[in-house]
């Protein structure tokens, strides 16, 4: 199995199959709101427009799952980001990333690149998952990681 075998709602609620990212490098993040990290946003909207044009696309997944911090609506969430951040990237659905009711595609993530320890878990939001042309997975980067540092990995990805 790879990436593009998984499907996901869309954050307008429309099914999407991720078939359609075939031959795309993809950055999929569990993103939040109210995150001290979310400010992250605009960084992923700059890969997402210094990058698109070379078949890179950034695919944003919130999640409720720490801290409760992304609370609202998938409208209230898409109107959040565009407003504050200008983000035009692919959004989806609120999901799950861990516990019995993860989503598939993060449980694949997970089990692909397993982070610190192997433990599986993803630990916080802006999570970040680095996916090649071929839909493998090739890196995984902690919420800490700034979106711009992962610049190089995407443009290795392109060469």
């Known amino acids: 199995m790879n990436v593009y075998d998984f499907r996901a709602t869309d954050i307008q609620g429309q099914p999407l199959a991720l ?5 795309k490098v993809l950055l999929i993040v569990n993103t939040a709101s ?3 990290f979310t400010a992250q946003y605009k ?3 700059q890969v997402y427009q210094q990058f698109r044009d070379q078949g890179v696309v950034v695919l944003g997944f919130p ?4 801290r409760q911090q992304e609370r609202g609506t998938e409208a209230e969430i898409g109107a959040f980001c565009e ?3 200008g983000v035009t ?3 989806f659905a609120k999901i799950d990333v861990n516990g019995a009711g993860a989503h598939p595609l993060f449980k694949h993530l997970k089990k692909e690149k397993p982070g610190l320890l192997g433990t599986g878990l993803i630990k916080w939001n802006f999570t970040k998952f680095l996916v090649a042309r ?3 997975v090739v890196e995984r980067y902690s919420p800490t990681t700034s979106p711009r540092a992962i610049a190089g990995d995407i443009e290795k990805l392109l060469a």
């Open 19 to 23: 078939e359609q990212y075939r031959g």
């Open 34 to 36: 109210a995150c001290v």
């Open 43 to 45: 960084e992923l909207e």
């Open 63 to 66: 999640c409720n799952q720490f």
């Open 83 to 85: 407003r504050n951040f």
């Open 89 to 91: 990237f692919p959004m």
């Open 134 to 136: 071929d839909g493998s």
